[in-house]
Every structure is written in C-alpha cells, then in structure tokens.
C-alpha cells in the first residue's frame, strides 16, 4: 500500500501544479453555477416555463453532473494517456511495484478533484444562491456514486482509445460538449423538448443529470435511468479493461 501513497502524494501535487486540471476541471463547474446565480437576470426568480421552479435550483444539479463529467472526461484521460505516451507506464510495467499503483493514485486524485468540485458547487448552490437542499440526500449521494463510476469508465476509454495526451483531449472533448447539451447544460430539462429529453436520457450523462436533478427535487428517479447509468457502468469497464495498454 506504501507505493500507492506515495503516488497519490505525488499526483495529487503534479494535479495542484496543473492551471488546466485546477481551472477546468476543479472550479469551472463551481464559476458557472455563481455566474448564472449571481449575475443571469432572472436565474434567482421562479420561472412560468420552468414550473415555476427558479431556474438555479434545476441548474444545481445539473451542475453537479456537469462536474462529475469535466473530470472523468476532459482531465483523467489526458493524464493518462500522457503517462502512456512518455512511456512512464511501461516502465513502471518492468518494476517489481507495476504500473497499477500510478493508475490507483490518477483515479484517487481524480476522485478527489471531483468530490471538490461537486462539495463547492453545491455549497455555493446552497449557501449563496438559496437552493434548498435535496429531498433525499442519502439517494442523491448514491447517484453520484453511480454516476462516477459510469463516467470514470468512458474516461477509462477515452484513455484505453488515446496514444497521446492532444488524442485524448480531442476525444474527451468530442464526447464531453455533446453530453453537456444531453446533460441540459444548455437547455435544462424541464424546458428540453419531450424527444430530446428521451434520446437524452439514454445517454450517460444525460441520465445522470435527470437521475440527480429529480433526486434533488424529490420528484422520483426513474427506473429507466438508474438502468442506463448502471449499463454503461458494467459495459463500458469491461471494453476499457480489455483495451487499455500499458504501453
């Protein structure tokens, strides 16, 4: 277990040194949500269109996927990939520690990063702007877990998929801004169309954002995204697993 401690320090210190990681992955989703908050005209006011539901407490959720999806998929990948292309995992695949111990400490560090992310998000969400919190906070934690894990192995692929650190970034963000406009970063589910709001519930992100934002408002969690969630989850390991490569 030494090895991985030791690793995780040292990614964890290589992640705060990052201004991309830091920037991007750590804080943007937290700015967005203050941004729209406090500065958007009518964010804090209950909306006709919405339900009359204040468009910031549908946001918050959809936040927090949001950020769940930056990590897995904008920042992980990259760092792998970059260990891959520098030839650090190979190396480490001839030591007597291995090269699972580094892909412990990413996943750890990237864990960390996220809870970060979502733990000021809601905060700000909470604190500052008002949202009342969820109506079930047990099943709202247990949906993030799930909604990371099913994110964290497309990240897995994109990173398994990528030779190089630009090859990852250009998948991520080819998967990462479609999955946003599913996720209702653009067009939030209560005002989505009922057709787009179907196609998106059968895509990861998509799902996780309905399954969170209706656990937050107490309005039921549908079967039918908790079982995509769940999918992709087992599916999309397995393929990851099969394809990564150390080397």
Request: glycine share 10%; hydrophobic share 55%.
């Given at each position: 277990?030494?090895?991985l401690f030791?690793?995780t320090a040292?990614e964890?210190?290589?992640?705060?040194?990052?201004?991309?990681s830091i920037g991007?992955?750590?804080?943007?989703?937290s700015?967005?949500?203050?941004?729209?908050?406090?500065l958007?005209?009518?964010?804090?006011?209950?909306?006709e269109?919405?339900?009359?539901?204040?468009?910031?407490?549908?946001?918050?959720?959809?936040?927090?996927?949001m950020?769940?999806?930056?990590?897995?998929?904008?920042?992980?990948p990259?760092?792998?990939a970059?260990y891959?292309?520098?030839?650090?995992l190979?190396r480490?695949a001839?030591?007597?520690?291995?090269?699972?111990?580094?892909?412990?400490?990413?996943?750890?560090?990237?864990l960390?990063?996220m809870l970060?992310?979502?733990?000021a998000?809601v905060?700000?969400?909470?604190?500052f702007?008002?949202v009342p919190?969820?109506?079930s906070?047990?099943?709202?934690?247990?949906?993030?877990l799930?909604?990371?894990?099913t994110?964290?192995s497309?990240?897995?692929?994109?990173?398994?998929?990528?030779?190089?650190?630009?090859?990852?970034?250009?998948?991520?963000?080819?998967?990462?801004?479609?999955?946003?406009?599913?996720?209702?970063?653009?067009?939030p589910?209560?005002?989505?169309?009922?057709?787009?709001?179907?196609?998106a519930?059968?895509t990861?992100?998509g799902?996780?954002s309905?399954a969170?934002?209706?656990s937050w408002?107490g309005?039921?969690v549908?079967?039918?995204?908790?079982?995509?969630?769940?999918?992709?989850a087992?599916?999309v390991?397995?393929?990851?697993t099969?394809?990564?490569?150390?080397?």
């Amino acid at each position: 277990m030494r090895p991985l401690f030791v690793l995780t320090a040292t990614e964890g210190r290589l992640f705060a040194r990052d201004g991309m990681s830091i920037g991007f992955g750590l804080l943007f989703p937290s700015l967005l949500l203050f941004v729209l908050g406090g500065l958007m005209p009518g964010f804090r006011e209950p909306a006709e269109d919405m339900g009359g539901i204040r468009p910031i407490d549908v946001y918050l959720p959809i936040v927090v996927a949001m950020a769940i999806g930056t990590i897995a998929i904008s920042t992980l990948p990259a760092h792998l990939a970059g260990y891959r292309e520098r030839g650090v995992l190979r190396r480490m695949a001839t030591t007597p520690v291995g090269p699972a111990p580094l892909l412990g400490a990413q996943l750890i560090v990237n864990l960390i990063a996220m809870l970060i992310s979502i733990v000021a998000a809601v905060t700000i969400g909470i604190t500052f702007l008002g949202v009342p919190f969820p109506a079930s906070p047990l099943q709202f934690t247990g949906i993030v877990l799930l909604a990371t894990i099913t994110m964290f192995s497309i990240g897995l692929l994109i990173a398994a998929l990528s030779p190089t650190t630009k090859a990852a970034s250009g998948i991520g963000m080819l998967v990462y801004f479609p999955m946003l406009f599913f996720a209702g970063v653009w067009t939030p589910g209560p005002i989505m169309p009922d057709y787009l709001r179907r196609i998106a519930e059968f895509t990861p992100l998509g799902a996780a954002s309905q399954a969170l934002s209706h656990s937050w408002a107490g309005t039921g969690v549908t079967l039918t995204a908790l079982a995509v969630l769940t999918a992709y989850a087992l599916l999309v390991t397995l393929l990851a697993t099969r394809l990564f490569r150390w080397s």
